[in-house]
């Protein structure tokens, strides 16, 4: 009609774009409403999921639980073998930094703890079935942490981490850096990523800075080897049979399995998982300050750090 299109041409063109922005305002401001209320409703989702799961494991007998045990000696291929006290010892010092970060009660899923001392240099996987138990290992084998001497090299920083979506984990592509190492490994394992913390730094005049803080595997041929002794920029590097091992069965997947179960697409999750019901989700790294090297975490053989290649500790 002429009289509207005079009325709209009459309008001032300040007030044509004032009402347009005014309308992406109210548009955006609706698209964050939905967003939010999506998210609310995911994080519900999640929370009953891992309620669920938690009932689950408690309802079973936890002896079966030491079925990953077997598992662990079936398909991880650098293993450690600790004695009976040095197990124990281990276990006390788990629960000791558990509670000191207001878990002591936490039972019923199994747990990973790293020993980052120079001398030790091995990660342990424990479980017990409920919290008037000791801590009960299933396995350990060598792996590397911080080499501190270098910029941007940190110590691997100790405490009690949650391995949690909101930090979600990715997979190795399998390429080389500038000095020909696969960093992260094989291509197809799995990164597992605890978020940013606060590392000390092993350089210049030390301190605090924020690091990102990983545990994943490393050059199969040229890095592997070493595992044993201190060679990575703060991340904690494992075996690759370990890497894939604590990927099939879950084994710190509890959060992501409750993810997925709550209908969420978790791509990262491995299709043919074999998850078994204790799934966990802290990793706790201590330095037992040992002085002298245990017999039971030998380091590599001479004629392997002879070959130790000079940019060995330019990957995480």
């Known amino acids: 009609m002429a009289g509207s299109a005079v009325a709209a041409s009459a309008m001032p063109a300040g007030a044509s774009a004032a009402s347009a922005a005014s309308a992406t305002a109210a548009s955006t401001a609706s698209a964050a409403s939905a967003a939010s209320v999506a998210s609310a409703a995911s994080a519900a989702a999640q929370a009953s999921a891992?309620?669920?799961n938690a009932e689950i494991a408690a309802s079973l007998d936890p002896r079966g639980?030491?079925?990953?045990?077997?598992l662990f000696a079936r398909e991880v291929t650098r293993r450690l073998t600790v004695?009976?006290?040095a197990q124990r010892a281990y276990g006390a010092r788990l629960q000791q930094q558990l509670a000191s970060h207001g878990l002591s009660g936490l039972a019923k899923q199994y747990v990973v703890l790293v020993d980052r001392a120079p001398n030790v240099q091995a990660l342990f996987i424990y479980f017990r079935g409920n919290p008037s138990e000791s801590w009960r290992m299933l396995g350990a084998t060598p792996v590397a942490t911080g080499l501190p001497g270098r910029y941007e090299h940190f110590l691997?920083?100790?405490g009690v981490f949650e391995h949690s979506p909101r930090n979600m984990d990715f997979r190795a592509e399998g390429t080389t850096n500038e000095n020909g190492i696969r960093g992260y490994g094989?291509?197809?394992l799995r990164i597992f990523d605890f978020g940013w913390t606060n590392g000390e730094r092993g350089w210049g005049k030390g301190g605090v800075s924020p690091m990102r803080f990983q545990m994943h595997a490393t050059d199969p041929d040229k890095l592997e080897p070493l595992l044993g002794i201190r060679h990575s920029k703060g991340c904690v590097r494992i075996p690759g049979s370990l890497d894939a091992f604590l990927d099939r069965h879950g084994v710190l997947d509890a959060d992501y399995e409750a993810l997925a179960d709550s209908g969420?697409?978790?791509?990262v999750l491995l299709p043919e998982r074999e998850v078994l019901p204790w799934a966990g989700r802290y990793l706790v790294v201590i330095d037992s300050g040992s002085p002298t090297r245990p017999a039971w975490a030998p380091p590599p053989r001479a004629e392997v750090r002879a070959k130790m290649p000079d940019a060995a500790d330019t990957a995480d």
Do not use: M
Request: proline residues 9%; hydrophobic residues 40%; glycine residues 4%.
């Open 264 to 267: 969420d697409v978790v791509r």
């Open 65 to 70: 639980a030491w079925r990953l045990a077997d």
């Open 83 to 85: 004695p009976d006290d």
């Open 186 to 188: 094989a291509r197809g």
């Open 50 to 52: 891992a309620k669920r």
């Open 156 to 158: 691997t920083p100790l």
